[in-house]
């Protein structure tokens, strides 16, 4: 049971990310806490969570970036949907705010780009490929076994329906990655999961993927032990953590507990390996390993700068 909040945003829609693979790309998200429930989702650890099942609503969204728009001398490229929650919940509220939203930048000329583990509505998917051009998506999918993903991320689409999803999209000319992050060691990164899930990908006309393993905050850690009841799978996930130092990320304003980097190697090394297999190329999200590099690609290419250095003046 969700527990929605409305409330009035007060701080800028248009907040440029600090993310590294994002690189200032202007960032708006439709809600705080979000639907799904993942259990790994890094927002769990963010000051501004609002709790489990709860979700913060921004009924200003839309008049608020129609005045921003309007304000600037320049606009921004691309914009990008979420952060830190997803813009295809299953709320009709975020659904109808999230159409509404797209229908404004379409019309403005500025580019979206998106990550979902959501069901894309049908009337928002006519939207998205009548303007294909305008769009670069990534389908979050850490496994091809719905039965692990209903543990991990309880309320977001099926397995299926994602494939379906990234399929009609490809046929729609949308440039469209998967995601496969975190990747929960001892979990999905067994070979013959990981063999499957590519399979299905392949199948659906992606070409590329983004990858990361799962890091730890405590509030994570915390998640996974209140709610997954296989005890002893987690106690044998987390001991995979125990003495490792902090990493920081985030452009270094925050920092996570990473699986050693020899182990994270071995990891991505072995997944570009199976990739190969269905001819998907992989990059590892630079976010996360910033003792790699590399990036997850997740605000798209685009032929133009993301961003025009004034909407931020």
């Known amino acids: 049971m969700i527990t929605l909040i409305s409330t009035n945003r007060k701080s800028a829609i248009l907040s440029p990310s600090g993310l590294a693979c994002l690189k200032g790309t202007?960032?708006?998200n439709l809600t705080s806490g979000c639907a799904?429930?993942?259990l790994y989702c890094y927002a769990r650890g963010y000051s501004t969570y609002p709790g489990e099942s709860k979700v913060v609503v921004y009924n200003n969204t839309l008049d608020k970036l129609k005045r921003?728009?309007?304000?600037?001398?320049?606009?921004?490229?691309?914009?990008?949907?979420?952060?830190?929650?997803?813009?295809?919940?299953?709320?009709?509220?975020v659904l109808e705010l999230?159409?509404?939203?797209?229908?404004?930048?379409f019309s403005k000329g500025i580019g979206v780009a998106f990550l979902t583990k959501g069901c894309i509505p049908d009337k928002t998917m006519r939207l998205l490929i009548n303007h294909a051009d305008m769009v670069k998506a990534q389908v979050g999918i850490i496994t091809p076994d719905d039965s692990v993903r209903c543990i991990f991320e309880p309320n977001a689409t099926?397995?299926?329906?994602?494939?379906?999803?990234?399929?009609?999209?490809?046929?729609?000319?949308?440039?469209v990655e998967a995601r496969l992050m975190p990747i929960l060691p001892g979990i999905t990164d067994a070979a013959d999961s990981l063999d499957r899930l590519f399979q299905m990908i392949a199948n659906t006309g992606v070409e590329r993927a983004a990858i990361s393993t799962l890091f730890l905050r405590p509030a994570i850690a915390e998640s996974l032990r209140r709610l997954i009841p296989d005890e002893q799978a987690v106690k044998i996930l987390l001991d995979?953590?125990?003495?490792?130092?902090?990493?920081?990320?985030?452009?270094?304003?925050?920092?996570?507990?990473?699986?050693?980097?020899?182990k994270r190697e071995e990891t991505y090394t072995r997944v570009r390996q199976m990739a190969r297999k269905y001819s998907i190329e992989v990059s590892v999200c630079g976010c996360m390993n910033p003792d790699i590099g590399g990036t997850c690609n997740i605000g798209g290419k685009w032929l133009l700068?993301?961003?025009?250095?004034s909407l931020f003046d």
């Open 26 to 28: 202007p960032a708006i």
């Open 36 to 38: 799904h429930g993942c």
């Open 68 to 93: 921003e728009l309007l304000s600037k001398r320049s606009k921004p490229r691309v914009v990008y949907f979420s952060p830190s929650s997803d813009m295809f919940q299953p709320i009709p509220d």
């Open 98 to 105: 999230c159409y509404s939203l797209l229908e404004l930048l």
């Open 158 to 175: 099926s397995i299926e329906m994602r494939l379906q999803q990234m399929g009609k999209m490809v046929g729609g000319g949308i440039a």
């Open 240 to 262: 995979l953590y125990r003495g490792t130092e902090r990493l920081a990320v985030h452009a270094g304003h925050s920092s996570v507990i990473p699986l050693p980097r020899l």
């Open 305 to 309: 700068p993301y961003i025009q250095p």
